[in-house]
């Protein structure tokens, strides 16, 4: 699976868009990194959508405090993403892919 923080693939394929896409990693005590785990969830996500790749991709943690309770501070890692399909010969059904690399 191909991933790319811009917008852009690499090799100038053709390709549409199939849909935004979100995946998150589970609720952790604050400090932890969790990038891969939410990563590795964004691209099953966009597997099952048959995707081939995945642009746009961006990060986002969301964070609990427990202070009313003691508790410790939990956090989440989530990815986000647009899913895409490469085009076949540079043509979807007889049109032309939404987005195009430069």
Excluded at 18 to 37: H, M, N, P, S, V
Excluded at 72 to 92: C, S
Aim: charged fraction near 25%; include cysteine; glycine fraction near 12%.
């Amino acid at each position: 699976m191909q991933v790319s923080r811009s917008h852009r693939l690499e090799g100038a394929r053709c390709h549409y868009l199939i849909g935004r896409i979100k995946a998150c990693a589970i609720w952790r005590a604050a400090g932890e990194d969790d990038r891969l785990a939410a990563l590795q969830a964004l691209i099953r996500e966009a597997e099952d959508y048959g995707a081939d790749a995945i642009i746009g991709l961006d990060f986002e943690i969301d964070g609990v405090s427990c202070a009313d309770i003691g508790g410790a501070p939990l956090q989440r890692v989530a990815a986000t993403g647009i899913a895409v399909k490469f085009a076949q010969d540079g043509l979807i059904g007889g049109a032309r892919p939404l987005r195009q690399g430069p």
